[in-house]
């Protein structure tokens, strides 16, 4: 440990720019904490963006952003290889070529089509909503695929990039479940997946910085309602 807080000490500044409710941003917390950094977390205002975030990201003005000695850093999936890039130690990407291909695959597959398929469902209403819940069901089962015979994604007893990536299930589908009145996360469907999330929510560091369930509830309650609220407005 004192090896890796003097490269720490020697590594600069490192800022994060979230929201404890935003499963972006705590992926990133994670993934500083399995690598010992210290850091500084400021909690964005999402209704009230602040000058330090649009002067950050101007680009895309969301959080996470990573300020590492003053240099931006964006998005969460970036952040991760920059995290793990520049500090060394604890590596969450593979040594493999080839596998490091396939996680960063896997994490683009299960953003964009797990994740983002999990929040249509979560808000969508009537025929639509049917629709969406079977597109999440069956991305999910290529995740239940690759999950097979395995504790953690990464291949081994430790958590790596791509777990890190996968870490909103256990809490976040929850939360999306109940307000959205739907169920994806069916132990019986997806057994392996179902104990990865339990295994992967058991581990101390995780639990840690998982933001308290009422918060994301009444979070996830004002999303649908907005959402959904936006939709007829356009209709």
């Avoid at 003053?70 to 970036?78: I, R, T």
């Avoid at 291949?155 to 479940?177: A, R, S, T």
């Avoid at 739907?182 to 104990?195: G, I, T």
């Avoid at 929510?201 to 959402?227: G, H, M, Q, W």
């Amino acid at each position: 440990m004192g090896e890796v807080q003097a490269l720490q000490n020697t590594m600069g500044e490192v800022k994060v720019i979230g929201s404890s409710k935003s499963l972006f941003c705590t992926r990133v917390e994670w993934a500083l904490k399995l690598k010992g950094v210290e850091y500084e977390y400021l909690e964005e205002d999402l209704l009230n963006k602040s000058t330090l975030l649009l002067q950050h990201n101007p680009v895309h003005k969301k959080v996470p952003v990573l300020v590492h000695n003053n240099k931006p850093v964006a998005e969460s999936l970036v952040i991760l290889e920059y995290i793990d890039e520049t500090w060394k130690h604890n590596s969450l990407l593979p040594e493999d070529p080839h596998e490091r291909a396939m996680a960063r695959f896997w994490a683009k597959f299960a953003d964009e089509k797990c994740l983002m398929g999990a929040f249509m469902a979560f808000w969508k209403e009537g025929e639509e909503k049917e629709k969406a819940i079977e597109s999440a069901l069956e991305s999910f089962t290529f995740l239940e695929k690759q999950i097979q015979g395995k504790k953690f994604f990464s291949g081994d007893d430790n958590i790596g990039y791509f777990d890190l990536v996968m870490g909103w299930i256990p809490l976040w589908l929850n939360v999306m479940e109940e307000v959205g009145g739907m169920k994806l996360d069916d132990p019986q469907k997806f057994p392996s997946l179902h104990e990865w999330a339990q295994n992967f929510n058991e581990i101390p560091l995780i639990k840690d910085c998982l933001p308290p369930r009422d918060a994301l509830v009444n979070y996830f309650n004002f999303t649908v309602n907005y959402n959904r609220s936006m939709a007829e407005a356009k209709q």
